[in-house]
């Protein structure tokens, strides 16, 4: 073995990380400045400025470009305390795809503006937070989100019409926080089948646009809003729906002529509105029902069909309302 060669493992034995570091100067510098505008936080602890950042815990580097492509700093412990506003430096790590921020109930302030920047983020998960603000308008700019989720935290405003134009969308939950207004008409217009829209525990209030009658995604999740007005264009026999829950919200429409999803449905939750009309026997060939609550609409009437899934449900899924048969009480002569 040759000299030089003989010296280059000794350097390798005695300093390891500076010539086999993967990290990028970049990122690292990045990643420190974050660490100290969140004012050294426990939980990253790890992040020693003389070891490899690839090697940190809540990162990691992709394989190829060694760049850091995941930030998620989740917290599984109460006590954690990282406090204060999502780092500007956050921005900074532009091979970012998947960026979590879970369980930090004192992270707070807005949503960072500098999150802009990161153009190849497909995921952005801040859930049991102290966020609060807007849902910003640029995420309909960061064309490669697939999952948006807010959802625990106490974001406010209105949701954005423009966030349609996020091509690749499979899921949208903002639910758990103080929206208001309307569902923006917009959201109609994504490519279809549209992202799963789980919008429930807010304040949402207005018409369920008839736009949204043209997406058919697996789950929508409208409960606990102030939604009103007809939401038959959410049924049909040709969707792929497997999740409804239309539950406590001012919603009124006539139930009787509706169509299901017989081999897809799973979950129709709709208690607690104003819906009228009988239950329609097209469900009873809804073949895998496991949830179905239709209790506190005061105006359902008739007989329920004594057939299909709709007997394995108890009385509360059935009452506060003019209902009868099985598992209520017998319909009288009158029905
Ligand atoms: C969090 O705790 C660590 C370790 O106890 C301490 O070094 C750090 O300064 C603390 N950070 C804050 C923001 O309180
Ligand atoms: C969306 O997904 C497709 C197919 O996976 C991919 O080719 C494309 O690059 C993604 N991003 C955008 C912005 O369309
Ligand atoms: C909805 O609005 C009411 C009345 O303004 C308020 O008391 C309630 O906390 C709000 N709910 C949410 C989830 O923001
Ligand atoms: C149906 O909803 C009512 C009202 O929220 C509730 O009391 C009942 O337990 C629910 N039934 C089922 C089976 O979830």
């Not at 097209?282 to 359902?300: D, G, I």
């Amino acid at each position: 073995m040759g000299r030089t060669l003989m010296l280059g493992v000794w350097l390798l034995v005695l300093f390891p990380v500076a010539l086999s570091e993967r990290c990028h100067p970049d990122d690292k510098k990045a990643l420190l400045q974050l660490k100290k505008e969140l004012k050294n936080p426990y939980i990253l602890a790890s992040w020693n400025p003389n070891e490899d950042c690839c090697e940190w815990y809540c990162v990691k580097c992709d394989e190829k470009t060694n760049r850091i492509y995941v930030l998620d700093i989740s917290s599984s412990v109460p006590e954690t305390n990282l406090s204060g506003q999502i780092p500007p430096s956050v921005g900074d790590l532009p091979y970012l795809e998947y960026l979590t921020f879970h369980k930090l109930p004192h992270l707070v302030g807005p949503i960072q503006p500098t999150i802009a920047k990161l153009t190849k983020l497909k995921s952005i998960f801040i859930t049991y937070t102290g966020i609060s603000g807007p849902v910003p308008h640029f995420l309909a700019q960061l064309k490669n989100l697939e999952l948006i989720k807010l959802s625990f935290n106490s974001l406010s405003g209105t949701i954005p019409g423009s966030l349609y134009q996020l091509p690749n969308l499979t899921s949208l939950q903002l639910d758990r926080n103080h929206l208001t207004g309307p569902i923006p008409g917009s959201l109609g217009s994504f490519k279809k089948p549209g992202p799963d829209l789980i919008l429930s525990h807010n304040n949402l209030s207005g018409p369920i646009p008839a736009s949204l009658g043209k997406l058919d995604p697996e789950r929508i999740d409208l409960s606990r809003n102030k939604l009103e007005g007809d939401a038959s264009i959410l049924f049909g026999s040709n969707k792929r729906t497997q999740i409804l829950d239309l539950s406590r919200n001012m919603l009124e429409f006539d139930f009787s002529p509706l169509k299901f999803p017989s081999k897809s449905l799973i979950w129709l939750d709709l208690n607690h509105n104003n819906i009228y009309g009988t239950i329609p026997v097209a469900l009873t060939k809804v073949e895998n029902l496991q949830h179905f609550n239709v209790s506190y609409n005061h105006r359902l009437t008739g007989k329920i069909p004594q057939a299909g899934q709709l007997q394995r449900f108890d009385k509360y899924s059935y009452f506060h309302t003019k209902l009868c048969g099985s598992p209520l009480p017998p319909c009288n002569n009158n029905h």
